[in-house]
């Protein structure tokens, strides 16, 4: 391909994005004053991976752009991105920024992608935002039968839970870690046989999972096959067999001062 044609091409690309990115907020507006803080938040928090400008980076895709839009184009507009961003966002500490901030970053999204401005200051997604405020999760409804199954499986998971009784703090279940070093007497033992010197060699990791960064050292706690962890702002109970979520709650940060 000659240079001619190539910058034909380009020049192509360039008109056709905004007619696309124009479709995928289609019917929205964004308010400026957000933007402006998104702007600002996504280059405090995302550009590392992301881009400078939502063009892709060393470590994520584009948030902008025909990819971007037609990997969302259907799934809800900015509502579905916000929601998306504030359970998966950072990677290493989902919700940390909280629930303002995601509300703002999306502003910017919706902005690079050609939404129309004009929107007062106000929520991007009022539940969503007043959710992330007070640490319930934001409202969901399944698309598929089979994301409903899994939800209930988790429901059902966390449903079992028994309470944690005294008596039980003083003489816990082989299989539960209730407290730091597991008993009173804080010898960090478990009675359990499954595993001894005749198959300890033989042991593999079985799953893994990101924490939020945090400078704590926490001792992740076990209660009828549920493991609870601490680190950062964020609690999280996994499935002790899988590393599978069932719950989370993050304690949404104070905004930084200035």
Known sequence: ???????????????SSPVHAQALFSGETYAEAAAARGQLAFAQNCSMCHGADLSAGPFAGALKG???EGHWRGKGGSPAVLEFTQARMPPAGPGSLGGPAYADIVAYIQKANGAAPGKSDTPAAAPLREAANSGRPPPTVPADA???????ARKSKLDGLTAVTAAMLETPPEADWLIWRRDYQSLGFSGLKQIGKANVAGLRPAWSWNLPP?????TPLVHDGVMFVQSGNSVQALDAATGEQLWRYTRPLAAAPG
Request: glycine letters at 0%; aromatic letters at 4%; hydrophobic letters at 65%.
């Open 66 to 68: 025909a990819v971007f």
């Open 214 to 218: 945090s400078q704590n050292e926490m």
């Open 146 to 152: 089979k994301a409903r199954a899994v939800l209930a």
């Open 1 to 15: 391909m000659n240079k001619a044609s190539c910058a034909a091409v380009l020049a192509a690309l360039a008109m």
